[in-house]
């Protein structure tokens, strides 16, 4: 029973024989019984500008953090997945494969997905550890800007701008994990290496409080007409035709500058809302185009900001002279 029998087939044949095979299955058990499913992950909301370059860059790094770790005869699967909007994706089977893509594709990038799978020989455990490193780099405009397209038509624009998402996340399925912190350490050192969009302090405060802004600057508005009108009234006793033509002129006024004072107030929040601090990947032309739109609207939040203070500004100083104004109509 526990003799092992030889099995020698045919030498032109192309079979192996019968002890290799199993030697070989066994070696896929070990690999299998002392494979882990441990996991270590982290998460950038960072925003990073990521051009062609940068993703290089990773790559390189990646590889030679693998190579440090001397990989069982240096072999390293990698693949690269690359998602469009629209639905389109890309996948390769190496670097060199993704450096020719299609550059002129119209379509934005969303995201870019590196996995790279090795086997690690311990000699002081003698045995084989399973590794399974994936980079993510995400597109914050794409994903944004797919998210717009398919958001019912209630859903602004400037609460879709609102939304933060994740930038750039590295996850690690290890079997030791001091090894594994080593990819850890090498992604957030690339991370923190990237160009990043500036953000303005003073709009990302105003974005916590910008849904208080109409209610209040027309409460402000009001009450400032209603002072300056009170406080220019002739101490006079008017006839009931002039308090008559006064009540009418008086409710036109504060109709009239209430939705005025709406209008711009609105604007200016929906202004503040929309601004987005730029996250991008730029590999093709469908990403330039994307960002130079994002970047456009950037800047008209800015402007419609600037010309929404002054607005609110200029109402408020013009109901200084309201009652200058009734008089002038009552006269």
């Not at 070989?24 to 019984?33: A, E, G, I, P, R």
């Not at 629209?86 to 299609?102: A, I, L, Q, V």
């Not at 859903?155 to 750039?168: E, H, K, N, P, R």
């Amino acid at each position: 029973m526990n003799d092992i029998v030889e099995v020698i087939e045919n030498e032109n044949s192309g079979m192996v024989r019968h002890d290799d095979a199993q030697i070989d299955l066994f070696f896929k058990m070990h690999q299998k019984v002392n494979a882990k499913n441990e996991e270590i992950s982290k998460s950038y909301n960072n925003n990073i500008l990521v051009k062609f370059s940068d993703v290089q860059e990773l790559h390189f790094k990646t590889v030679q953090s693998i190579s440090s770790l001397k990989p069982v005869k240096s072999n390293i699967n990698v693949r690269i997945a690359v998602s469009h909007n629209e639905g389109e994706s890309e996948k390769f089977n190496s670097f060199e494969e993704f450096e020719k893509r299609n550059l002129t594709n119209p379509n934005p990038t969303s995201d870019v997905l590196f996995v790279y799978s090795f086997s690690i020989y311990d000699k002081e455990t003698d045995s084989f550890e399973n590794y399974k490193v994936m980079a993510h780099v995400r597109s914050r405009v794409a994903e944004l800007n797919q998210i717009e397209k398919e958001a019912p038509p209630f859903i602004s624009s400037a609460l879709v701008s609102s939304m933060v998402t994740t930038t750039a996340k590295i996850t690690v399925h290890y079997s030791d994990y001091v090894k594994a912190r080593h990819f850890t350490a090498m992604f957030d050192e690339w991370v923190r290496g990237c160009d990043e969009s500036k953000n303005i302090e003073i709009i990302n405060k105003l974005k916590k409080i910008s849904h208080l802004i109409a209610k209040f600057g027309k409460l402000a508005i009001y009450s400032a007409l209603g002072f300056f009108t009170v406080t220019a009234i002739d101490s006079a006793a008017p006839s009931s035709n002039e308090i008559l033509k006064f009540l009418v002129a008086y409710t036109s006024i504060f109709v009239v500058v209430g939705g005025i004072s709406e209008v711009i107030l609105r604007k200016l929040e929906l202004s503040i809302d929309s601004y987005l601090a730029l996250s991008y990947l730029n590999i093709n032309k469908g990403d330039a185009k994307l960002i130079s739109e994002f970047s456009g609207r950037n800047r008209s939040s800015i402007i419609w900001s600037v010309l929404g203070v002054l607005g609110t500004i200029g109402v408020g100083i013009a109901t200084s002279a309201s009652y200058d104004f009734i008089k002038w109509l009552i006269a």
